[in-house]
């Protein structure tokens, strides 16, 4: 059975950041935030380091949440109800800060999903047996010397 890191290709940073960004564009238009831990996870099956599992998930859905809240703001008054809701502790006009709390956040959530995810891999990993091909060939006896002998 091959490893999972033998499976999926190891893309560099950029690249990996962009496409957790489409997939949790993707992933959120389907209206639950939970699937950020799935956008997170399926970025760590793209590289073979923590940290940046951890921060390709973290900027990948920051960068996918700030998108999907510009988008709101301007076409389904998002910043209006963000007021609101800032309203309902008693301090006005930082509508803003809400937005900016949501977005860390869901970084964050995609971040540690991220790094959640790289661990796991590298878990299910250590647990698959080595194939037959890479096993070590067992070494043959050495001839003892003939000057050894005398």
Do not use: C
């Amino acid at each position: 059975m091959r490893k999972l890191d033998d499976i999926f290709p190891h893309f560099n940073f950029p690249t990996l950041v962009l496409v957790l960004t489409v997939i949790a564009i993707a992933l959120q238009l389907s209206g639950a935030w939970v699937t950020m831990l799935i956008a997170g996870a399926l970025g760590a099956l793209l590289t073979r380091r923590h940290r940046s599992a951890f921060f390709a998930g973290f900027i990948g859905v920051a960068i996918a949440w700030t998108a999907i809240f510009v988008y709101l703001s301007l076409t389904a008054q998002a910043f209006v109800i963000a007021e609101f809701f800032i309203g309902l502790l008693g301090l006005t006009g930082l509508g803003w800060l809400v937005i900016v709390i949501s977005i860390l956040l869901g970084a964050l959530l995609g971040g540690f999903s991220g790094l959640l995810g790289r661990s796991v891999i590298e878990l299910v990993d250590e647990l698959i047996p080595a194939e037959a091909s890479s096993k070590a060939v067992p070494v043959q006896d050495e001839q003892p010397d003939s000057e050894s002998e005398e």
